[in-house]
């Protein structure tokens, strides 16, 4: 089945490369692994920026270097079970993310350097439905990939000191928010959601305590998805569309 025909929306746009903009290790693979998949199979060159290492994160009894080095292998894996060899650490402490100049300013640098076409990032707006995707670090990682995408990375007026680093102007004409409300983009991840469970288990510190439980969940969530989007028996990962042309 050709691209076009898995992306169900309104908009006639297929992306030919896309950066994937996220706060944490893990968090594309829950929100958007079978999308990566489903857009590798089918030619779409797909980058990753992580703004932390998620230095923060499980077990406990380990040392924020030892969670860096140990989370950045498990998604350097996990990104090779969908198709992904990029990744960009942006290096901002986990827990302390917020959506001030210094991060806008890593974000537009990054797209300025992978020049996408397609963005997919997090939604800066608190879903109270969903707590878990409303993790502080989340909102503010989309809330800057968001101004990044517009107006930061296209005006040249925008960080100037990024001109004099080489960087020039790039104007990304889609951007894709995942876990968000008035979800317009319905992508169908039927044959990719093996892989995306395979990247999730991949994560090995954050989910080996509940490896059991959790393709049988991730599986629910995307027939759920499916069904609310009208696509029964699918599996679906939906995004809110936004065209910034």
């Not at 908009?11 to 903009?21: I, S, W």
């Not at 503010?140 to 005006?155: C, I, K, L």
């Not at 305590?209 to 969530?221: F, Q, Y």
């Amino acid at each position: 089945m050709a691209l076009a025909d898995l992306l169900h929306t309104d908009d006639d746009f297929v992306p030919t490369k896309a950066l994937l903009v996220v706060a944490h290790p893990d968090d594309i693979d829950f929100g958007a692994a079978g999308t990566v998949a489903t857009l590798t199979d089918n030619g779409v060159e797909v980058v990753y920026g992580l703004v932390t290492s998620g230095q923060a994160g499980e077990p406990a009894h380990l040392s924020p270097d030892e969670l860096r080095e140990i989370r950045q292998k498990e998604q350097t894996d996990a990104a090779a079970i969908v198709g992904v060899t990029e990744l960009h650490w942006l290096e901002f402490p986990d827990g302390h993310l917020v959506a001030d100049l210094e991060l806008r300013k890593a974000i537009s640098r990054l797209i300025r350097i992978v020049r996408p076409d397609l963005v997919i990032t997090q939604t800066p707006v608190r879903n109270l439905d969903r707590i878990y995707a409303a993790h502080p670090d989340h909102l503010a990682a989309g809330e800057a990939t968001v101004s990044a995408v517009y107006p930061d990375a296209r005006n040249g007026h925008s960080f100037p000191e990024l001109l004099d680093e080489g960087h020039e102007p790039h104007a990304v004409p889609r951007l894709w928010l995942m876990a968000g409300n008035d979800q317009n983009l319905h992508v169908d991840v039927t044959d990719a959601i093996d892989r995306k469970i395979e990247a999730l288990l991949a994560h090995h510190s954050q989910n080996d305590a509940r490896a059991d439980g959790l393709p049988g969940m991730i599986r629910e969530w995307a027939e759920a998805n499916a069904a609310l989007a009208g696509y029964p028996g699918r599996a679906i990962e939906s995004f809110r569309l936004v065209n910034t042309e």
